[in-house]
């Protein structure tokens, strides 16, 4: 039984994969690196926007038609699975906690595996990569229930997990070469395990053997406070990068959303950042066309952006998802008008990006080497703030290389080795 695994969406789903491979793996099934080759392909699916969900349908049925096993698998299997088989688009759908199935479903058995509500796949060792950073799951699930969002209803309420359980993965993971590592989560900051916080965890982590580099993903920024500003900055092995989802700088707009703070909550927060890592690297993420968004809301955003001076920005219109109750808001802004504001907001911040990315060329800095670079033309490095570099130069992934940053090139910042050692 060969298998082909293909993944769509967040981060979560890129660390699922290598559960669900080491789930192939011990189950004897061979995972292929192109869909022809395969007599089955699972989907790892996203249903955050609408796009991604009409991405992986079209290539289900692509693969139904190529007269593949199908197994829809994660957020869409969870919420739009009997739709799917009933469409005949899909064999067998999953919903996140049920990937201990996918074995049980491709060899046929009777009986599938028995699988807990809510799971945490703390028991199994992420697959080797072959990579110098990896990513792995520290809390799953989320009961935010912002109101755009389907991720509380496709991937259930938070939980932990233990920190024995993460630090054997975490272990197993340097013994496959793996020198950086993220802890993911839809919201890290809910972490909450035997006593231990978030920041705990960051604490305990950077102090594994052979772990030299950690970041996180996701903060909701309410959950930021300023203690743990603190503790981090004292953490040498943390990356100065911070993901804060702003979605919106219209307070009403944010009420509506139901995020719990407020801009001037959201500056603050900033302000701490910066403050202890001043060369952040700050990132967020914003939503227009939110119902009810008005253009006196809108423009206030567009503001926003000038003042917080983000290093990047993923920018979406909104997308109604069925079920949550953004969906059923009154006042739904028109798609052609939701289009006009992301356009005139990606320009903004794209304008913020390049200008914010020349405040990095003539710095000397100590490049972390993770891949050739695409098209062959050097190597992928990090900074310390883990904005990404392209190297003129050949190094090995997970070498430390001294070097001169040179210029911008689109959205890459360029180097030149500054130093021929190697530190
Ligand atoms: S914090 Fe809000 S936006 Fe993020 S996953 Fe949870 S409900 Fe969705």
């Known amino acids: 039984m060969d298998c082909y695994l293909k993944v769509y969406g967040c981060q979560m789903n890129a660390a699922d994969a290598h559960l669900v491979s080491r789930l192939l793996q011990d189950a004897g099934i061979r995972e292929v690196e192109v869909s022809a080759e395969a007599d089955a392909v699972v989907l790892l699916t996203c249903s955050v926007r609408q796009h991604a969900e009409d991405r992986a349908r079209g290539f289900a049925r692509t693969m139904r038609g190529e007269g593949k096993k199908v197994i829809v698998a994660g957020c869409m299997g969870q919420l739009r699975g009997e739709e799917l088989i009933k469409e005949g688009i899909a064999d067998f759908a999953l919903g996140p906690d049920e990937y201990r199935r996918i074995p049980d479903i491709l060899l046929g058995s009777r009986e599938l595996s028995e699988v807990e509500g809510l799971e945490t796949y703390s028991d199994l060792l992420p697959v080797d990569t072959g990579g110098v950073s990896a990513s792995q799951a520290i809390i799953r699930g989320c009961e935010n229930y912002c109101t755009y969002c389907v991720v509380p209803y496709a991937r259930g309420r938070e939980r932990s997990i233990p920190y024995q359980a993460f630090e054997r993965q975490v272990r197993h993971l340097v013994d496959t070469g793996v020198k950086e590592i993220f802890l993911l989560g839809q919201n890290v900051l809910a972490y909450k395990h035997d006593n231990l916080r978030f920041i705990d965890i960051l604490e305990r982590v950077a102090g594994i053997d052979g772990v030299e580099r950690i970041g996180f993903l996701t903060s909701h920024p309410r959950d930021l406070d300023y203690e743990t500003v603190q503790r981090m900055a004292a953490i040498p092995e943390l990356l100065h990068f911070f993901h804060l989802p702003l979605q919106s700088a219209s307070d009403r707009v944010l009420g509506m959303m139901n995020r719990g703070y407020t801009v001037s909550d959201y500056a603050e927060r900033v302000n701490w950042v910066r403050r202890a890592f001043p060369d952040a690297y700050l990132t967020t ?138 530190v």
Do not use: C
């Open 285 to 422: 993420d914003i939503l227009v066309g939110f119902p009810g968004e008005t253009r006196e809301d809108f423009e206030i955003t567009l503001d926003a952006m000038e003042r917080f001076q983000f290093d990047f920005a993923y920018m979406f219109a909104y997308s109604e998802r069925s079920g949550t109750e953004a969906a059923r808001m009154e006042n739904q802004v028109p798609v052609s008008e939701r289009q006009k504001r992301l356009a005139t907001l990606i320009e903004k911040q794209s304008e913020i990006t390049r200008l914010r990315s020349q405040r990095w060329v003539g710095r000397s800095e100590e490049l972390f080497v993770t891949a050739p670079a695409p098209r062959g033309e050097g190597m992928l490095t990090e900074m310390k703030n883990h904005r990404s570099v392209i190297l003129n130069h050949t190094a090995r992934p997970g070498e430390r290389v001294r070097a001169k940053l040179v210029g911008v090139s689109g959205w890459s910042v360029l180097a030149e080795p500054a130093v021929k050692e190697v």
